[in-house]
């Protein structure tokens, strides 16, 4: 799995390499250059979108956590890194969950309720990104008057339904977890540590609890719903100061169909060379040029790199000194214990 991930990746790689070599560079050059510093305005913009997502992530985790262990600016700082790890790191968007889990912890909270509210969180996050790829395919389909080439995209997101269904279902009326637990400790002869710390039956307990709380799922769909449609206007943002003026609802067309086509193809790390192909397809429709649509690409990918290093050191700092502190600790009873060389 991990070496087909890497041949994704570098696949993805050299289409978005000959994507961006055959645009017209002046052209691109001169859009940077209208934009100027007011381009940095878009890294603190993506903490709207990205807050709005934690509010949803936040509801579902607090049942959990009737003593407020987990507060908000902290939750936060996790889902930069989760989303850090997804997008920068070749973890097929499925690596930064695991360190959340693992960073939520340090507050306190038993593991099954933290993963159990990621797990529903990713679920979730299916359902709303489906209903906002489903409004970008409608805006497409009424501005460009017909289907066309949004054929093959509607029927690939049509196709992919049964999976969150599928996973829905599972998660609610079957014991995925328990099974896996068996499985793994059938594969790796007996109990391990993995299968202690996945405790299957208690994770498919504290899943079903957040099934029995509707309100709840509810509050944290709509959350994330607001959390699309707020980010497509990092898009329209963009698009302005480039000098390629769009409309809210271009906008939102264009950032919905694009994600469709990285959540179809997600196993290309960071969507290389998915979300440029995507931006140019969706971007001819509304008739927004290839070369506005490949320096829209390079702008969200400098900002992913913006955003997305700093939270990426400022994890390895904090594990680094939480490592420090653990050694710290250990040491001290054995320095009380040692004789006083000056008395000796």
């Not at 930069?80 to 997804?86: D, P, Q």
């Not at 509050?219 to 698009?239: D, H, I, K, M, T």
């Not at 994600?259 to 179809?264: T, Y």
């Not at 997600?266 to 290839?290: D, K, R, Y």
Request: with cysteine.
């Amino acid at each position: 799995m991990k070496y087909f991930v890497y041949l994704a990746g570098l696949l993805g790689l050299v289409a978005a390499i000959i994507l961006v070599t055959q645009q017209n560079w002046s052209a691109i050059r001169g859009a940077f250059d209208h934009a100027g510093w007011a381009l940095l305005w878009l890294l603190p913009f993506h903490a709207l979108p990205l807050l709005l997502d934690v509010f949803g992530w936040h509801a579902l985790l607090a049942p959990s956590d009737p003593q407020r262990r987990v507060r908000m600016p902290f939750l936060f700082w996790v889902a930069t890194v989760r989303e850090a790890c997804n997008r920068l790191l070749p973890v097929a968007n499925v690596g930064g969950e695991i360190v959340g889990i693992r960073l939520v912890k340090w507050r306190g909270l038993e593991g099954a309720p933290v993963a159990a509210s990621v797990i529903i969180e990713v679920l979730l996050t299916l359902v709303s990104q489906y209903i906002f790829v489903a409004l970008g395919l409608l805006l497409l389909i009424g501005m460009a008057g017909h289907i066309g080439t949004l054929n093959s995209v509607i029927g690939a997101v049509v196709a992919t339904l049964p999976l969150p269904i599928g996973l829905i279902w599972i998660l609610r009326h079957g014991q995925l977890f328990s099974r896996l637990e068996t499985f793994a400790e059938k594969l790796l002869g007996g109990p391990s540590r993995f299968t202690e710390l996945l405790d299957g039956a208690r994770l498919d307990d504290e899943v079903r609890k957040l099934y029995g709380m509707p309100a709840r799922l509810g509050v944290a769909c709509a959350w994330q719903v607001a959390g699309f449609v707020v980010g497509s206007f990092e898009s329209w943002l963009a698009l302005q100061l480039l000098g390629y003026p769009i409309s809210v609802w271009d906008a939102i067309a264009i950032e919905a169909t694009t994600q469709a086509v990285r959540h179809i193809i997600f196993f290309v790390p960071a969507g290389l060379g998915v979300q440029e192909g995507g931006l140019v397809l969706f971007g001819n429709i509304i008739g927004l040029p290839a070369d506005a649509a490949i320096a829209l690409s390079l702008v969200k990918r400098a900002r992913e790199v913006g955003f997305g290093v700093p939270a990426l050191l400022s994890w390895q700092w904090a594990e680094a000194h939480r490592l420090h502190r653990r050694w710290l600790s250990r040491r001290k009873p054995a320095l009380s214990d040692a004789p006083d060389r000056k008395l000796s």
